[in-house]
Nanobody
Framework: QVQLEESGGGLVQAGGSLRLSCAAS????????MRWYRQPPGKQRELVATCTSGGATDYADAVKGRFTISRDNAKNTVYLQMSSLKPEDTAVYYC??????????????WGQGTQVTVSS
């Protein structure tokens, strides 16, 4: 079993910054892609950013140039640095991890979500 623990959400004024963290622990052989999603109030969950095991990154158009995803493989942790925040970035942010478990099974896991609120 794998557990994901998210931290770093909160309330910030427009133009401010926040950094989200998501640490994975448990019986993993390896971690493959790590992603951040968000779900704005009343809307569907959407992909925000991806970081592959090789370090390649990709972003949703809405956050390009403002958000940066990174990972620390030694700590099994993925980060999302968010800058120049806008009220429309308000959402619950979820990390998502693709793992290969000890024994070879591939599984995906979701974090519990962390609220980010950007005031105008």
């Amino acid at each position: 079993q794998v557990q994901l623990e998210e931290s770093g959400g909160g309330l910030v004024q427009a133009g401010g910054s926040l950094r989200l963290s998501c640490a994975a622990s448990g019986s993993m052989f390896s971690i493959d892609a790590m992603r951040w999603y968000r779900q704005p109030p009343g809307k569907q969950r959407e992909l925000v950013a991806t970081c592959t095991s090789g370090g390649a990154t990709d972003y949703a158009d809405a956050v390009k140039g403002r958000f940066t995803i990174s990972r620390d493989n030694a700590k099994n942790t993925v980060y999302l640095q968010m800058s120049s925040l806008k009220p429309e970035d308000t959402a619950v942010y979820y990390c998502h991890v693709l793992c290969t478990l000890i024994g070879g099974t591939g599984r995906s896991y979701w974090g519990q979500g962390t609220q980010v609120t950007v005031s105008s």
